[in-house]
Nanobody
Framework: QVQLVESGGGLVQAGGSLRLSCVAS????????MAWYRQAPGKQRAPVAT????????IYADSVKGRFTISRDSAKDTVYLQMNSLKPEDTAVYYC?????????????WGKGTQVTVSS
């Protein structure tokens, strides 16, 4: 089992920055991919960025390319999401996900989420 805990959300003005953190615990040696998803009010949860834990290969949603950066610190079992040039449409609950497989769309493990609110 793997547990995920997100932190770093908050209220920020448009154009500002936030850095989210996701700390993994438990059987983290078995995790090969991690991701950030977000869910805005009235919308489905959608992928934001993914990273493979060993090679560090990243994939981004088109809506965040050039503004968000996903990274990992394997020694700390932590994944980050650096969010710059934030827009009101980035407002959502941000969730961390992890899985044993690379390329999955059915993530095994989820955190409880952290709220990000961007004011105009």
């Amino acid at each position: 089992q793997v547990q995920l805990v997100e932190s770093g959300g908050g209220l920020v003005q448009a154009g500002g920055s936030l850095r989210l953190s996701c700390v993994a615990s438990g059987s983290t040696f078995s995790i090969n991919a991690m991701a950030w998803y977000r869910q805005a009010p009235g919308k489905q949860r959608a992928p934001v960025a993914t990273i493979t834990t060993r090679s560090g290969t990243t994939i981004y949603a088109d809506s965040v390319k050039g503004r968000f950066t996903i990274s990992r610190d394997s020694a700390k079992d932590t994944v980050y999401l650096q969010m710059n040039s934030l827009k009101p449409e980035d407002t959502a609950v941000y969730y961390c996900a992890a899985d044993h497989s690379i390329g999955t769309k059915n993530w095994n493990y989820w955190g409880k989420g952290t709220q990000v609110t961007v004011s105009s």
